[in-house]
């Protein structure tokens, strides 16, 4: 396989250009799953019927069971990381329900995230292209994020269908978040906001829902200039060298704050995980919803314009690596007019899981289509989503079925019941 740098071939005095650019691609940073990692697993099965792709393939190589024996293999150089290997990581969702049934608390999450970065430099040129212009460029990019958004928004008629259904329709949304939002009556204290990438470019309705909520319960809300890119999606498709320098610039930027609420569970999750990446990391990361049922709402629940009947979606990463599942359930039930319904197997992945409906379209699809069904089959005027990723991914599925069914952030139905 062909493995050199990118750019190897430029012609002399011929470079890359553009703001935030690493040099450096962000897999080239020698992780691999640790033997104290591997040895955790005892291979005792429970997180077969768990995992989404065993569920619905059958195979052992799909399971995490599977992925575990597969990476021992090359740990113990009995195997290559070759192209069977690549497939046996890639169509793995890292929704981590298998940790969430281990008795061992085997780190599955963090495993598949070494061992992909094992397999990215085996990747065709065109592919380490490609992944290292939108993971390592465009992402951590503020500017480059709004002209990549933009740019998708603007091409959407043209996309394939399957890309064009993910594309959120509307422009991307330009400039920033107010810097500081003052607390309305009595203040109970500040709270430093994760405005995200792809969340403010084409979520910024929820960012400023978000802070809407905040300020009303009394929390001053400072959005760091200093922020980027969490490094969640990096870190999921192997660009750990990536990820530690975004997850480096996050902790200098919300140093010093005694709470960091974040409304992408994706990126809540990642950021909690900060400290396993680099030392003296930790921060006081919190998900909106979460920070909002452990604070108190001030003053009563609020209420609906007219009764709603709402579907609370599970993003995984909320679910699985946070434990967030009645805090969201327990603010929204508490709203007049608000009638809450669980989807049938709610707790099972939507197959958005970052670029993995991009880049496994037929098991993201197969997936989508169950999550879609199941919304439906409750009646739900509207489905309540924490999480950018679930939210495209819902909005493709429902919209494949003809449903009319409206996709939000629960932080926006608390706003729009004044809570």
């Not at 005792?44 to 989404?52: E, T, V």
């Not at 500040?190 to 809407?212: P, Y």
């Not at 959005?223 to 990820?243: F, I």
């Not at 396993?276 to 909002?292: K, N, S, W």
Request: glycine share 10%; proline share 6%; with cysteine.
């Amino acid at each position: 396989m062909d493995t050199k740098p990118l750019g190897a071939d430029l012609p002399e005095g011929v470079r890359f250009i553009g703001p935030e650019v690493d040099w450096e691609p962000g897999w080239a940073t020698g992780d691999a799953p640790s033997t104290a990692d591997l040895n955790a697993c005892v291979a005792c099965g429970l997180c077969l019927p768990h995992c989404p792709t065993y569920r619905l393939t059958g195979e052992e190589s799909a399971s995490p069971r599977g992925r575990i024996t597969a990476m021992r293999a090359v740990h113990e150089g009995r195997a290559a990381t070759d192209e069977t290997f690549t497939r046996f990581m890639d169509l793995c969702l890292v929704c981590r329900a298998c940790e969430d049934v281990c008795p061992s608390h085997v780190p599955f999450g963090r495993m598949m995230e070494a061992a992909r970065t094992q397999i990215e430099p085996l990747r065709s040129r065109r592919v380490r292209f490609v992944r290292w212009l939108g993971l390592d460029v465009v992402l951590p990019s503020r500017r480059l994020t709004f002209v990549a958004a933009f740019l998708a928004s603007l091409a959407r008629p043209l996309l394939p269908s399957r890309i064009r259904a993910l594309v959120p329709k509307g422009r991307a949304a330009h400039g920033r978040l107010p810097e500081t939002t003052e607390p309305i009556g009595d203040t109970r204290g500040t709270v430093a906001f994760l405005a995200g990438c792809v969340q403010d470019r084409w979520f910024r309705e929820v960012n400023l829902a978000t802070i809407r909520v905040l300020a009303r319960n009394g929390w001053r809300v400072i959005v760091p200039r200093g922020q980027t890119c969490c490094g969640a999606l990096q870190a999921h498709n192997g660009h750990l060298g990536t990820a530690r320098k975004l997850a480096r610039k996050n902790a200098s930027a919300f140093a010093s704050m005694d709470h960091v609420v974040v409304n992408a569970a994706g990126c809540g999750a990642h950021m909690q995980a900060y400290g396993g990446l680099l030392e003296r990391a930790d921060l006081p990361v919190r998900d909106v919803m979460e920070f909002l049922h452990e604070t108190g709402i001030v003053g009563d629940a609020g209420a609906l314009p007219e009764l709603t009947r709402v579907a609370y979606h599970d993003a995984c990463h909320a679910l699985r690596a946070q434990g967030i599942h009645d805090q969201p359930r327990e603010l929204l039930g508490a709203i007049a007019n608000l009638e809450l319904v669980e989807i049938p197997n709610g707790d099972r992945c939507c197959g958005a899981a970052g670029i993995y409906n991009v880049t496994e379209p037929e098991m993201s699809g197969r997936l989508m289509r169950e999550k879609a069904e199941a919304v439906v089959s409750t009646g739900a005027a509207v489905v309540a989503s924490g999480n950018p990723g679930c939210t495209m991914q819902l909005l493709a599925g429902l919209r494949e079925l003809g449903a009319d069914v409206r996709v939000v952030h629960p932080v926006e139905l608390l706003d729009a019941a004044r809570v």
